[in-house]
């Protein structure tokens, strides 16, 4: 079942797959000086190209998965690409963007052929040399003589990357990121642009190309340009007259003092749609036009003149068509990567163009980077039966595969597992005093890299300890509390213990409660256990030789559930005074509940409790020991055999000095105050209360009326859902005015 012996270097083929080793040394002439190097590999045959593509620009982007290439330097000029099958050869590329602070960078890499038929064709990406000359070759990759005319990828300045120098001297669109590296924005209303002196030659083939991100149009049949040689051909986003929510893409030229157009029908957008990549191809030799969106086919039409440059425009734009020509509108969005092209792109060329640019693209793989083994160490002795095996994690790996075998040729294995996303795997099934190879590999969602080195280690000859003597509590026991300690006896030779709880007596993962091992004493304080419920529960002994047998299984039941609710208080009412001694306290039943505890204080949080007794038997108590003129709180909770319930929550009232009006008056006057987020007042005689909030922007969101007996009154603030902030607050009683501030917090 397993390939040849690995090595630290080598490239090989398995099931159509490139398994690429890493090293800190290079086979091949060119880089005998380079440290390290990442392999990438192509499927052309899996996107459905039928035909070789030579002299093609491959797209590389590296990620924070790259950043110990990132951070090597700022200035990468020790970077180098090979070819894969043939090391000796070197791969022209171009740096578009190194971004190390934000570890991202895209790099184009011209490859010689991409074949049709290839299910792995791959290449070689060099770095660590301190001495190396910086190659980055933009004019070697975009080669005037492969029919490159003018690239822009807008990450240096709006530069033409081929030779033909072709720069922008006009850029008023903003620098921003884009879906290859920086990009460019345009504003509609400011008719933003990019332009490019002169027309790029009289191609009369010519292939326009670029990446769109468009949000607005113009309200014209005219439209807009998206890039333009002058008046004489151009991508353009349409205006449809029926529908103005809905444009369509297309290409025109002017030839023979004729307009020729050709746009996509059935309605076909790219407003509001993110990025799109918009081909515009003329192609002379076949007497026809295409247009293609993401790399397929929209609209062909035949070629009827060819391309007149003769007294049109003479600038090369991108975005605002400023040619001169009124009948166009400004172009809002992005554009990113424009290109024209001297020649007719092949309908695979754009295919793979876009398959290879687009952000989510899988044409382009990293190889996953063999994964360095680090423990146990190569050769380690008396190790456990459940060894931790782990290694340094791999660059652009998802997932690892690991073998462990009793052959250093893997013919069979006692320890196979797939599949897993960490750097660490704990074996299973292993014998005392016994030999065993392992070995890692990595994986991402394609690819797979070769097997590791392989390593060996044996295990103890210690005898795994006996089972342990379960103690306490007693097997059956009733009335457990939700959390305890499971004792157990010594076992002779035991380092440590484990133990499980469950539900269910076969303890399947369904209903294992708690599992724990490496445990150091005979015992484990479990806790968060349910209430009337019953639990099942062994332990066992470990040592170097591994674990020992589980013990018997003992089970316990836990205590029966307090009150699960608060009562519901009913008198004395919330926030209301004139009380008079002996108060009345009355609330509702509570299921399950036997009796009843009330506290009766003089402060909210109840550290000053003037009354509390327990073994309430009924829904009610009357208590004599309050004092006259005096604010009380009070609660109550419900109590059964289990224990007590929630308290409930704390309401408030006011007791009375004596049982007439004409008492009250002498010793009430009309006062207000502010405790806390309470609002404290009195009434020397009954009469109208009004009660102001008003909020710092002077609006008034809560105003109190009512009429009151004469008596003490306390009223929360919170029963009313103020929003939180800061309030004044102006009380007017009995001829009276006062005024307040209080801040409201939840």
């Known amino acids: 079942m397993k390939k040849g012996i690995a090595g630290l270097f080598h490239l090989c083929m398995i099931s159509g797959m490139v398994l690429v080793g890493f090293g800190s040394m290079v086979f091949g002439q060119l880089y005998t000086g380079w440290s390290n190097y990442k392999d990438y590999m192509m499927n052309p045959s899996a996107t459905g190209i039928t035909t070789n593509l030579v ?31 043939n090391l000796n050869v070197s791969y022209p590329y171009q740096i578009d963007e190194w971004d190390t602070a934000n570890h991202q960078a895209s790099i184009w890499v ?29 004019t070697a990759v975009f080669d005037t003589g492969n029919g490159f005319a003018g690239v822009y990828h807008f990450s240096n300045n709006i530069l033409d990357a081929t030779a033909f120098a072709r720069n922008a001297t006009v850029a008023s669109a903003t620098d921003t990121l884009g879906i290859i590296g920086h990009a460019r924005q345009f504003i509609e209303a400011n008719n933003d642009s990019v332009m490019i002196s002169g027309l790029m030659g009289n191609n009369a083939t010519l292939t326009l190309s670029l990446w769109v991100n468009e949000t607005g149009i113009g309200g014209s049949y005219d439209g807009v340009d998206f890039i333009s040689l002058g008046d004489n051909a151009a991508i353009r986003s349409m205006y449809n007259s029926s529908n103005s929510s809905v444009d369509s893409i297309g290409g025109f030229y002017y030839g023979n003092s004729n307009w020729q157009n050709l746009y996509t ?39 009827n003149y060819a391309i007149n440059y003769s007294g049109r425009g003479a600038n090369t734009l991108i975005g605002h068509h400023a040619n001169g020509n009124t009948g166009f509108y400004g172009f809002g969005g992005w554009i990113d990567e424009p290109r024209v092209d001297k020649v007719a792109r092949s309908t695979d060329w754009i295919n793979f163009c876009y398959l290879t640019q687009n952000a989510n693209q899988t044409a382009v793989l990293e190889v996953p980077t063999v994964p360095i083994l680090a423990a146990p160490t ?30 250093s040729a893997f013919s069979t294995t006692v320890f196979s597992q797939t599949g897993f996303t960490a750097t660490s795997v704990t074996a299973t099934g292993l014998a005392n005093i016994t030999t065993y190879f392992w070995e890692a590999k990595a994986t991402n969602q394609t690819l797979t890299s070769a097997w590791s080195s392989v390593w060996s280690f044996t295990t103890t000859a210690t005898i795994p300890p006996g089972a342990p003597v379960l103690a306490s509590p007693t097997n059956g026991a009733t009335n457990q509390p939700l959390a305890l300690s499971l004792n157990w006896g010594t076992v002779n030779l035991a380092t440590s213990y484990g ?13 294992l409660v708690l599992s724990q091992s490496g445990l150091t004493s005979h015992s484990a304080a479990i806790s968060g256990l349910s209430y009337s419920t019953l639990y099942y529960w062994t332990a ?55 009796s009843y505890e009330l506290q009766v204080a003089t402060a909210q949080g109840f550290g000053s409790t003037v009354f509390d007794q327990t073994g309430i038997t009924g829904l009610s108590l009357s208590v004599a020991s309050l004092k006259g003129n005096m604010t009380y709180y009070w609660r109550a909770v419900a109590w059964n055999g289990n224990g007590m319930g929630p308290w409930s929550g704390a309401w408030d009232f006011g007791t009375s000095g004596t049982s007439t009006l004409a008492r009250n008056a002498a010793v009430l006057k009309t006062e207000f105050s502010v405790n806390g987020e309470a609002l404290r007042y009195s009434l020397q005689a009954p009469g109208e209360v009004k009660i102001f909030f008003s909020n710092l922007m002077g609006r008034t969101p809560l105003v109190l009326n009512w009429k009151q007996s004469a008596g003490r009154y306390t009223i929360g603030l919170k029963a009313y859902n103020l929003p939180d902030g800061y309030y004044l607050v102006r009380f007017k009683a009995a001829g009276i005015e006062r005024k307040a501030s209080v801040v409201i917090m939840r």
Do not use: C
Request: charged residues 5%; without cysteine; hydrophobic residues 40%.
């Open 110 to 138: 011209l490859v010689d052929t991409v074949f049709s038929s290839s299910t792995a064709q791959s290449f070689r990406m060099y770095w660590g040399n301190d001495t190396a000359k910086a190659g980055s070759n933009a």
């Open 55 to 85: 002299k093609f620009p491959v797209l590389v982007r590296l990620t924070s998965v790259n950043s110990a290439i990132l951070s090597h330097s700022t200035s990468p000029a020790d970077l180098r690409f090979a070819k894969g099958s």
């Open 265 to 303: 029908t059935g309605g076909t957008t790219v407003l509001g749609q993110g990025w799109k990549y918009v081909t515009y191809v003329i192609n002379p030799a076949s007497s026809s036009e295409q247009v293609f969106l993401n790399g397929q086919l929209l609209a062909s039409g035949t070629l």
């Open 540 to 594: 066992n002994a470990a040592n170097a030789g591994g674990n020992g047998t589980w013990s018997v299984v003992w089970s316990f039941t836990t205590v029966g559930a307090p009150p699960s609710a608060a009562p519901q208080l009913s008198a004395p009412a919330n926030g209301l005074g004139g009380f008079s001694i002996p108060v009345n306290f009355q609330w509702q039943t509570v299921t399950g509940a036997t």
């Open 499 to 511: 133990m499980q709880v469950a539900t269910n007596s076969s303890f399947s993962s369904g209903s």
């Open 378 to 407: 190569n050769g380690a002795v008396n190790q456990p039966l459940t060894p931790k095996l782990s290694w340094t994690v791999g660059s652009a790996a998802t997932s690892y595969s690991v073998l462990i075998s009793t052959s």
